[in-house]
């Protein structure tokens, strides 16, 4: 069993699961790969203590302050290479970017591809900000939660890209 809330944000609806001991994820509505991992069944619309905290670090992190994600324990998920390629982007500072080529390099994977891959696939919109990668060519490049979303974070962060 899973607990869920949902939390307007202001790039949209987030869904945010946790079990007792950790986050599970957090989904913006609609995004590639929502809520992947979990039947519908196994959801319940209540919160938890995890959910209180995840809830309060949205607030702050909203309000343009910079809340650590650290605070947040995260549910042990992902494949052996996702947790490496999702690390790397936990090291990424607030207001700051990578490119997938710099990741790939940090973790000693050519594939540019395959850790474009891992980085759509993170469960944790935000908490793990996969936002702050941007392709070597200097475009927004994609984003699960989409560009809206992704314009809107880099900006709250204070980044500013080269291109459309």
């Known amino acids: 069993m ?3 809330q949902y939390y307007v944000s202001p790039i949209g609806r ?3 699961v946790a079990g007792e001991e950790a986050l599970y994820g957090m989904w913006l509505e609609g995004q590639n790969h929502f809520q992947t991992g979990l039947k519908e069944e196994e959801l319940v619309d209540i919160s938890n203590p995890i959910l209180e905290v995840t809830k309060k670090w949205l607030q702050a992190y909203f309000k343009g302050e910079n809340p650590s994600p650290d605070d947040l324990p995260l549910a042990d998920r992902g494949t052996v290479f996702q947790q490496k390629v999702w690390s790397a982007l936990r090291a990424i500072p607030y207001g700051q970017s990578s490119s997938y080529g710099q990741i ?3 973790i000693s994977c050519q594939s540019a591809q395959a850790v ?3 980085v759509s696939k993170n469960p ?3 908490l793990i900000p996969c936002h702050r990668v941007l392709p070597s060519s200097g475009h927004l490049g994609n984003y699960a939660a989409g560009e809206y979303a992704k314009r809107f974070l880099l900006r709250l962060e204070g980044l500013r890209f080269d291109k459309p």
């Open 124 to 126: 944790w919109l935000i």
């Open 2 to 4: 899973y607990y869920r």
């Open 14 to 16: 987030l869904s945010l």
């Open 104 to 106: 790939g390099k940090a």
């Open 116 to 118: 474009g891959t891992a």
